[in-house]
């Protein structure tokens, strides 16, 4: 059973960096691709970031290009987003989320309804 649980979530200044954690305490990733999302409050949900668990490929949603690193640990079954450069328009909710049907190309992998779990979520607030 694939259970995911977002956590590094906090109060930061803007400039400042945070780092997420993803992990998956249910079973390995296996061949998965793994996505972090965020919403914002009154906003839609919003793709920020995936990768290709079995090639270890990245995507990234424009906004965060250059500030953002989505990576994996095998050994520790979890992924990370580290956030450098923060603005106060990144806060928002982070929601990690998990493609099982590897349904298409990680480049084509940021709608919501593409991923089938979703962790709680991490709260991320970056004050002016």
């Known amino acids: 059973q694939v259970q995911l649980a977002e956590s590094g979530g906090g109060l930061v200044q803007t400039g400042g960096s945070l780092r997420l954690s993803c992990a998956n305490s249910?079973?390995?990733?296996?061949?998965?691709?793994v996505g972090w999302f965020r919403q914002a409050p009154g906003k839609e949900r919003e793709f920020v970031a995936a990768?290709?668990?079995?090639?270890?490929?990245?995507s990234y949603a424009d906004s965060v290009q250059g500030r953002f690193t989505i990576s994996r640990d095998d050994a520790k079954n979890t992924v990370y987003l580290q956030m450098s450069s923060l603005k106060p328009e990144d806060t928002a909710v982070y929601y990690c989320?998990?493609?099982?049907?590897?349904?298409?190309?990680?480049?084509?992998?940021?709608?919501?309804?593409?991923?089938?779990?979703w962790g709680q979520g991490t709260q991320v607030t970056v004050s002016s």
């Open positions: 989320a998990v493609d099982f049907r590897s349904s298409a190309p990680l480049v084509l992998m940021k709608r919501p309804d593409q991923y089938e779990r």
């Open positions: 249910g079973c390995t990733f296996n061949s998965w691709t």
């Open positions: 990768i290709n668990w079995t090639g270890g490929r990245t």
